[in-house]
Each structure stands twice: as structure tokens, then as C-alpha cells.
T-cell receptor, first 110, second 115 residues
Framework: GQNIDQPTEMTATEGAIVQINCTYQ??????LFWYQQHAGEAPTFLSY????GLEEKGRFSSFLSRSKGYSYLLLKELQMKDSASYLC???????????FGTGTLLAVQP | DTEVTQTPKHLVMGMTNKKSLKCEQH?????MYWYKQKAKKPPELMFV???????INESVPSRFSPECPNSSLLNLHLHALQPEDSALYLC??????????????FGPGTRLTVL
């Protein structure tokens, strides 16, 4: 089966850097997704990693280690608008099915 | 057009009502999804349609009935719901296939309240 763990909540300061971790156990691996979700809104795609290493996209970077079953999302130069829930997700056993982690609620403070 | 649209945005219904949620995408995606999301929880998958056929039903109660009239439209028919069914209902779509093709595009959701 699949199991995904993330911290429930994190707090960080505007302008700082924050790292949100995700560990997973899956039967087979077909990549890992990160989504951002603001309260009351739809999740929006941030990144997809299938190979080990760091992928950078502006202020956001995502890292994957397949041997450790571990990923993190790195947010730099935090802004107040980055306050949101960050969801780690992996495809399930069948195609088209995404298994979401519990999500990490990030609060950015002035 | 890279958007998934959902109507209505908000819906309040009684336990004896029948209503429908609608979802539409024009990205040529062949997989469409219904999720239910409670406050402070991740989305929970309900149904997956692949090429207009139901491919996954996550043991959802029969008071929720999905329908895919064509490749761009997805409906969720609601009947005899319970107050605990109150939630945000999200529709999503993706290209058919695994890996990066599983990137799902989400609609804004319908906030459902059952009285």
C-alpha cells in the first residue's frame, strides 16, 4: 500500500527559507507531486520529481531521494501569500490515482 | 484553455433534495476525477473516469452518482445526502497515462452544505 507523512503545521518568517518534508512508502514509484492549496481554493500544481536530485523553479525547489523515500519542498524569500497548505502526492498502484499526504499548513508571519 | 470549471460554487441542500454538481474542461484530458475535501484535510478521491468510463470508485455511497456525458463534462448527482457529506467537492482532470501525465488540474470546487 501507500503511506505518506508530512508535518501538520509549520510557521516561518517573511523573507526566510522554509523546508517542508515528505516521506513516503509506495509499492512501485512513479514520481512525486507537490501542490499548493490556499484556504477555500483548489490545489495548484507546484512540481513533479521522478529522478533523484533538486529541481528549482524560481523561489520554490523540490528535492527527491528515491532510496530514502524522501522529498522536500524548499521555499525561499517567503512572502505572506505563501501561507497555504502544501500537499505531497504520489501516484497510486493504478494509473490516474493520486495519493495525497495530510498536507502541511504553513503560516508566514511578518 | 487550461482551466477546469465547476458549478455551482456554493450549494445548500436538504437531505431529501436531488441536486447535481457540474465540471467542465477543454484541455483534451481523458481522465477526470471527483474528490471530497473536509476542512484541514487532504482531498479524498471518490471517482475516476478514464475515456468516459468509470475506472475507479473508492467505495463511495450510492447517494453519490457520477456521470460522464462526454470527454469534457463530468457530473456528480446527489440524492438523500447526510449532513456529514457537507464538504468541498473538487473536480480535476489529467492526461491519460502515468508519471508526469498524472499532473492533475483542479477546478475551484463546489462548497456543499447539507442541512
Amino acid at each position: 500500500g501507500q503511506n505518506i507523512d508530512q508535518p501538520t503545521e509549520m510557521t516561518a518568517t517573511e523573507g526566510a527559507i522554509v523546508q517542508i518534508n515528505c516521506t513516503y512508502q509506495t509499492s512501485g514509484f512513479n514520481g512525486l507531486f507537490w501542490y499548493q492549496q490556499h484556504a477555500g481554493e483548489a490545489p495548484t500544481f507546484l512540481s513533479y520529481n521522478v529522478l533523484d536530485g533538486l529541481e528549482e523553479k524560481g523561489r520554490f525547489s523540490s528535492f527527491l531521494s528515491r532510496s530514502k523515500g524522501y522529498s522536500y519542498l524548499l521555499l525561499k524569500e517567503l512572502q505572506m501569500k505563501d501561507s497555504a497548505s502544501y500537499l505531497c502526492a504520489v501516484p497510486g498502484g493504478a494509473t490516474n490515482k493520486l495519493i495525497f499526504g495530510t498536507g502541511t499548513l504553513l503560516a508566514v508571519q511578518p | 484553455d487550461t482551466e477546469v470549471t465547476q458549478t455551482p460554487k456554493h450549494l445548500v441542500m436538504g437531505m431529501t433534495n436531488k441536486k447535481s454538481l457540474k465540471c467542465e474542461q477543454h484541455m483534451g484530458h481523458r481522465a477526470m476525477y471527483w474528490y471530497k475535501q473536509k476542512a484541514k484535510k487532504p482531498p479524498e478521491l471518490m471517482f475516476v473516469y478514464s475515456y468516459e468510463k468509470l475506472s475507479i470508485n473508492e467505495s463511495v455511497p450510492s447517494r453519490f452518482s457520477p456521470e460522464c456525458p462526454n470527454s469534457s463534462l463530468l457530473n456528480l448527482h446527489l440524492h438523500a445526502l447526510q449532513p456529514e457529506d457537507s464538504a468541498l467537492y473538487l473536480c480535476a482532470s489529467s492526461q491519460e497515462g502515468g508519471g508526469a501525465y498524472n499532473e492533475q488540474f483542479f477546478g475551484p470546487g463546489t462548497r456543499l452544505t447539507v442541512l
